[in-house]
C-alpha cells in the first residue's frame, strides 16, 4: 500500500485500504458457527472487534486483565445487540500463572475454539519486570500471547479436526517491528535494564509477534494442521494503549493526522483477517489495511523465528520451575 492510499483510503488489491471499517469488511459473513477469543477485548480496536464478531453472530470471549471494564464492554454490545453472545474471562498477560488460569478457566466453559485474536498489549512503558521477571513489553505482548497459544493448541486443532471448520490465530503487530533493536531481538539481555529503550523494546515485542505467526505457520504447514496463522498492523489509532505516551502521540498527530485512523477503521485489519473468506489457507502473512503487505527482513528470517521458538519455550519452562 503506497501513502497515497494511506491517505486517501483507496482500495487495495482486497478491495478494502485504510477507510474501510470492521463492518464494511465482514458485511455479510454469518460466523454462527464460530467461537473466538480476543484478548484485551475491553477497549480500543480489542473491543470493536469483539463487537464486529458478535455482530456476525460469533460467540466471543474477552479476555481482559481488567474485568470491571470487560464487563462494561459486554453491557455495552449487548445495549445495541440484545442476542449478542459475549462472555468474559480473566487474564493478565504478564502472568504465565494468570495466562494457565484463563487457559482453565476457558476449558471449563466446555466449548469450541475457532479464532484466537492476540490483541492485547502495552506500549513504550519505562522498564519493569512481569512477575515472572520477564521485560514487561516482552512479556505482555509477546510470551503472554506465545504461552496462551501453545496452551490452546489442542483445543483449536480438535476444533478444526471434529467441524472440518479452518481456525485462525491473529497476532496484532505493529509497523514499529521496523524499530526495533539492532540485532531485532536481544536475546542474551531480554531482561537487562542496561540498554533498555522503551519504543525499541514496543518493536521488538512487535517483531516477536510476526516471528511467532511465521513459525507457527510453517509448523502447521509441516503438520498438515487445518489453522491458519497470521499478523496484522492495525494502523496508527489513538487507543488506551498509548496511556504511557499520550502526550507524544498527541503532538505526533498534529503533524501526520492524514495516517490516523477510528476505531472502527483500526479494527477492520483485524476482523478482516479473521473472517473473510477471501484468506481460506492463506498464512504466514503481514497484513496492513487489509491487504498483504512485506514486512521487514527480520520478520521474514526463518532461522530467527525458529531462534526464538526455542528461546521462548525455555523462557516458558524457566518461569513454571519452583
Not at 501513502?3 to 459473513?29: D, K, N, Y
Not at 455482530?55 to 464492554?73: D, G, P, Q, S, T
Not at 514499529?176 to 523494546?201: S, V
Not at 511465521?214 to 489513538?238: C, D, K, W, Y
Amino acid at each position: 500500500m503506497s501513502i497515497f492510499s494511506l491517505i486517501t483510503g483507496r482500495p487495495g488489491p482486497s478491495g478494502f485500504g485504510s477507510a474501510s471499517t470492521a463492518e464494511q469488511v465482514t458485511e455479510g459473513i454469518d460466523a454462527s458457527n464460530l467461537t473466538a477469543i480476543v484478548t484485551g477485548g475491553a477497549s480500543g480496536i480489542g473491543l470493536e472487534t469483539v463487537r464486529v464478531l458478535a455482530l456476525r453472530k460469533a460467540h466471543v470471549i474477552i479476555a481482559a486483565r481488567n474485568m470491571e471494564a470487560a464487563n462494561a464492554a459486554k453491557q455495552l454490545i449487548l445495549k445495541d445487540n440484545e442476542t449478542a453472545r459475549v462472555d468474559v474471562l480473566k487474564l493478565d498477560l504478564s502472568s504465565m500463572k494468570s495466562v494457565r488460569a484463563f487457559v482453565d478457566d476457558f476449558n471449563a466453559l466446555n466449548v469450541p475454539l475457532n479464532i484466537l485474536i492476540n490483541n492485547a498489549g502495552v506500549m513504550f512503558c519505562p522498564f519493569q519486570l512481569s512477575k515472572d521477571g520477564i521485560e514487561m513489553q516482552f512479556a505482555t505482548n509477546y510470551i503472554g500471547h506465545f504461552l496462551l497459544t501453545n496452551l490452546l493448541l489442542e483445543k483449536m486443532k480438535n476444533t478444526a479436526r471434529s467441524t472440518g471448520i479452518e481456525g485462525r490465530i491473529v497476532n496484532l503487530s505493529s509497523i514499529a517491528h521496523n524499530y526495533t533493536y539492532e540485532h531485532g531481538i536481544r536475546f542474551d539481555q531480554i531482561n537487562d535494564e542496561c540498554g533498555y529503550h522503551d519504543k525499541r523494546a514496543y518493536g521488538q515485542s512487535k517483531l516477536a509477534n510476526i516471528l511467532h505467526a511465521n513459525e507457527l505457520a510453517r509448523r502447521f504447514q509441516e503438520e498438515g494442521i487445518n489453522i491458519t496463522v497470521n499478523s496484522v498492523h492495525p494502523g496508527l489509532i489513538m487507543t488506551p494503549l498509548m496511556r504511557y505516551s499520550e502526550l507524544l502521540m498527541r503532538v505526533l498527530r498534529v503533524f501526520t493526522f492524514y495516517l490516523w485512523k477510528n476505531i472502527p477503521q483500526g479494527a477492520s485489519t483485524t476482523c478482516y483477517v479473521a473472517l473473510h473468506p477471501n484468506l481460506k489457507g492463506v498464512t504466514g502473512k503481514y497484513y496492513l489495511d487489509c491487504n498483504e503487505m512485506k514486512p521487514n527482513e527480520f520478520a521474514r528470517d526463518t532461522v530467527l523465528a525458529k531462534k526464538l521458538w526455542d528461546f521462548s519455550n525455555k523462557l516458558v519452562s524457566s518461569a513454571a520451575k519452583p
